[in-house]
C-alpha cells in the first residue's frame, strides 16, 4: 500500500511563557495508521494534539491535518477529526441516544441517517441496553464507550484518542482497545492515541512516537525501534522495555 501522510507537522512549537511545551517537532501520520503517542506526563502530548485540531496556536512551525491547516481552517479540520479529550465531555442530564442525536445536529446528519446510525453505533459499544440513561450516571467505561460510538457517528477521517483507556478496569481497556482496532480496521478511520497503557499500544499501533520534553525522541514501528536498541537477536521485546530504554537514555 502507498503511504501517504495524512497529518504533517514542521518546527511545531508551543510555548507558554518560558515553558516550551512542544519544541521543535516535525513529524508525520500516514494515513491509515495507528499511531501510539507515547511520552511521559508533561510531555507535549495534549498541547501537541490541541494545535493539530486547531484548538491552541502555535508559537512557531505548521501543521498540517489533511490539507487543512488547523491554525486557519480549524473549522475544516474539527469537521473531519474526531476527538475524544482527556476528559470526554457529554451532557450530563441527557440520555445517550440523545447525546449522539446532538452530536448528529453538529455534523449536519438528518435524523433520516442519524436514527439508524445512533442504533448501530449504541450496539457496536455495547450500551443498548443503557442507551436511555442519563449519561451523568455512567461509569468512566460507559462514557468512554460513548465516545467510540461518538466517533462511529460522526465518521471522521482521523480520530484523535487521547488517553481512552485512562481508569478503566482490564475488560474495559482491552473493549476500548478493540473498538479502537475497529474504527481503524473497519472505519478506515486513521487513529493517533495517546496513552500510558504500553501493552495495548503495542497491540495495536503501527508506529509509535514517544516525547520527552516536547521533542520526539523516536518514531518508528517498535520492531525497528526495539532493534536499534536492543540489536537484532533478541527476540521479541516489549515496548516497555523499549520506551524505558529511550527515557534512561533522555533523562541520564
Ligand atoms: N494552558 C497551559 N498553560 C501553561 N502551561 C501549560 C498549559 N497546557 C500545558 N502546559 C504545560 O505544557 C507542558 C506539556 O503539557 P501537556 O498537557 O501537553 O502534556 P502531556 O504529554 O499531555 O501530559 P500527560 O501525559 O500528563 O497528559 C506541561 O509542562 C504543562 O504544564
Ligand atoms: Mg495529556
Known amino acids: 500500500m502507498e503511504q501517504k501522510a495524512i497529518i504533517e507537522t514542521r518546527n511545531l512549537t508551543k510555548s507558554y511563557g518560558e515553558q516550551v511545551a512542544v519544541d521543535d517537532l516535525s513529524f508525520t501520520i500516514e494515513e491509515g495508521e495507528i499511531f501510539g503517542f507515547l511520552g511521559p506526563n508533561g510531555s507535549g502530548k495534549t498541547t501537541t494534539l490541541l494545535m493539530l485540531l486547531g484548538l491552541t496556536e502555535p508559537s512557531g512551525g505548521w501543521a498540517k491535518v489533511a490539507e487543512f491547516d488547523p491554525t486557519r481552517e480549524a473549522i475544516k479540520v474539527k469537521r473531519i477529526v474526531g476527538y475524544i479529550p482527556e476528559n470526554m465531555g457529554f451532557y450530563d442530564d441527557m440520555n445517550a441516544r440523545e447525546n449522539l442525536r446532538f452530536i448528529a445536529l453538529l455534523n449536519n446528519i438528518p435524523d433520516s441517517v442519524s436514527l439508524e446510525k445512533i442504533g448501530d453505533a449504541l450496539e457496536r459499544v455495547g450500551l443498548n441496553e443503557e442507551a436511555g440513561k442519563k449519561v451523568g450516571a455512567y461509569s468512566r467505561g460507559m462514557r468512554q464507550r460513548l465516545g467510540i460510538a461518538e466517533i462511529l457517528i460522526k465518521e471522521p477521517k482521523i480520530a484523535f484518542l487521547d488517553e481512552p483507556t485512562l481508569g478503566l478496569d482490564p475488560d474495559g481497556t482491552t473493549r476500548i482497545i478493540e473498538y479502537i482496532q475497529s474504527l481503524s ?68
Open 185 to 252: 480496521k473497519d472505519n478506515n478511520i486513521t487513529i493517533l492515541l495517546s496513552s500510558h497503557d504500553l501493552k495495548q499500544v503495542q497491540k495495536i499501533s503501527d508506529r509509535i512516537g514517544i516525547m520527552i520534553n516536547g521533542r520526539m525522541i523516536a518514531l518508528g514501528p517498535i520492531e525497528t525501534l526495539a532493534k536499534e536498541k536492543f540489536g537484532l537477536d533478541e527476540g521479541e521485546i516489549s515496548l516497555d522495555d523499549v520506551y524505558m530504554k529511550y527515557f534512561k537514555e533522555v533523562s541520564a
